[in-house]
């Protein structure tokens, strides 16, 4: 348990909202592609 609240807290210092986090997790668990993490594009100069 104290890896999963690690994980959360991790992500929470990255700027993560709790919604992203929890999709994460369920994409993690279930595989389901509408909770993979979408890829940040990167900003333009």
Do not use: C, H, N, V
């Amino acid at each position: 348990m104290s890896e999963s609240s690690r994980l959360i807290l991790g992500l929470r210092s990255k700027g993560w909202s709790d919604t992203e986090i929890a999709d994460f997790i369920l994409w993690i668990e279930t595989g389901e592609e509408q909770y993979r993490p979408k890829e940040d594009k990167p900003e333009q100069k």
